[in-house]
Structure formats: C-alpha cells, structure tokens
C-alpha cells in the first residue's frame, strides 16, 4: 500500500482558510483515485472531494463552491483548499487513495473503494 501522511489542520474561525496536504510515499499505479474524507466524532466517515488521473473532480455538495481538491504528480502530492470554513466542517480529514478510477458517480464517497489511508490531521472550526 501507498504509504500516505496528512498535514496543515488546525483551528480557524468561521469564514477563515487552511489548505490541507498529503505527501504519498510513491504512486505506484496508474490510474488512480486520490480523496479527502473527514469525520466528526459520532458520524459516519463521509467523502469530501475526489480527483482522478484525468484531472476529473467531485465534491460533496457540503463544500462545493468552497474547498478545492487539487495534486502535484511530480511531488506526489494531494491538497485540499478549504475556504469560507464553517463549524459544520470541524473533523478529522483524511486522505485515501485506490488503484483504478473513482469508479461510477458516487461511488469515490465510498470509503472501502480506497485501499490506503493517512493517519488523519485535524481541523476545527469556531
């Protein structure tokens, strides 16, 4: 499995930003599926935002029009450009990765689609 580590959380006010990262020890297979999933305590893990080797994205109709999930091939790098943050965005962000595409509409919100994880990097939003 890819090896995956997240940073850049943090705590903001509301209205405020933070851009998420996560290095990939190597992309070892082409195509892939890159995605940021977040989860507050009690809640189900849910999909945020998705990209796929052709550049295609998807959002969550939560943070459409506010994040923005972009990657750096070269430095095998996926980001996660979070605006306009809300209280309502306050989770653990992860980042996750698969072999292959996102798959048929919806199914990159699936988290046992990916078969590697980061460790999670923590955002807060007051």
């Known amino acids: 499995h890819v090896q995956l580590v997240e940073s850049g959380g943090g705590s903001v006010q509301a209205g405020g930003s933070l851009r998420l990262s996560c290095a990939a020890s190597e992309y070892t297979y082409t195509p892939y599926c890159l995605a940021w999933f977040r989860q507050a305590p009690g809640r189900e893990r849910e999909g945020v935002a998705s990209i796929e080797t052709d550049g295609t994205t998807n959002y969550a109709d939560a943070v459409k029009g506010r994040f923005s999930i972009s990657e750096d091939h070269a430095k095998y790098t996926l980001y996660l450009q979070m605006n306009s943050l809300e209280p309502g965005d306050t989770a653990m962000y992860y980042c996750?990765?698969?072999?292959?595409?996102?798959?048929?509409?919806?199914?990159?919100?699936?988290?046992?689609?990916?078969?590697?994880w980061g460790q999670g990097t923590q955002v807060t939003v007051s």
């Open positions: 996750a990765t698969e072999p292959g595409t996102c798959g048929p509409p919806g199914w990159w919100k699936l988290p046992s689609l990916y078969n590697s």
